[in-house]
């Protein structure tokens, strides 16, 4: 990719955080909440996530790192 989409992710938050009931709105509707929930709790989540109260967050940085570390390319051939 010639742009890091990732990093604008990033730059275009608002916040340093990421509530988990919120990842729809910073993936672009790519993720769901209930989605890293169950990887949470396989273990498989973005490191970093703080509990405040009943509510969980994300570092930013850490989510959109998970995000990368996640992603690849769409090959033309695979529809």
Not at 29 to 52: E, F, K, M, Y
Not at 59 to 66: N, Q, R, S, Y
Request: no cysteine.
């Amino acid at each position: 990719m010639s742009t890091d989409i990732f990093s604008k992710l990033v730059s275009n938050w608002p916040s340093a955080i990421v509530a988990r009931s919120e990842v729809g709105k910073f993936s672009g509707g790519l993720l769901l909440p209930r989605t890293l929930a169950n990887l949470d709790s396989q273990g498989l989540g973005p490191v970093g996530r703080i509990r405040i109260g009943r509510m969980i967050a994300y570092p930013v940085e850490e989510l959109a790192t998970w995000m990368r570390q996640r992603s690849r390319p769409v090959d033309s051939q695979e529809f």
